[in-house]
C-alpha cells in the first residue's frame, strides 16, 4: 500500500493555478468542483495507476506556502518544465540538481507561492 493517498495544493486563485499548472506541465483539469465549501480542481488521475490523486483546491483552510510539506512533481524533461515555469513568472528556488545517475531535481515557485519540487529519473 503507498501511503500518500491524496494531495491538495492551495491556491488563492484557482483559475490563475489551473493556468499555470496547463502551461507547465500540460495539465488538462476538468470541471471545478465545489467540495465543504471549498473550490477543487482534480488533476488527471487513473485508478490502479501508481502515485497519488491530487487536486489544486482554494478555500479558507488553504494557504499557498514556501514553508510547508514539499510536493514532488514527476516530469520526463526537467530543463523543459524549468523553461515552462520561468516564462509563466516562476522563481527557481533550488536549482536543477542530480540525485543519482539519471535522475535530476529541482524547486519552483507556482502561481500562487507553493513551494514545487519536480524530478526527472
Known sequence: MNLIAH???PATDLNRAMRFYSA???????????IHN????????????????GALVKG???????????IYLSVQDIDDVLTK????GS???????????????????DSEGNRIAIQSV
Open 7 to 9: 494531495v491538495e495544493i
Open 91 to 109: 522563481a527557481i528556488l533550488f536549482p536543477k540538481t542530480p540525485i543519482n545517475e539519471n535522475g535530476f531535481v529541482a524547486e519552483i515557485a
Open 85 to 88: 515555469a520561468v516564462a509563466q
Open 60 to 70: 479558507d483552510v488553504y494557504v499557498p506556502t514556501q514553508n510547508g510539506a514539499i
Open 38 to 53: 471549498n473550490k477543487m480542481a482534480y488533476f488527471p488521475f487513473e485508478e490502479g495507476r501508481d502515485g497519488a490523486s
Open 24 to 34: 507547465v506541465f500540460g495539465v488538462n483539469f476538468g470541471d471545478v468542483v465545489t
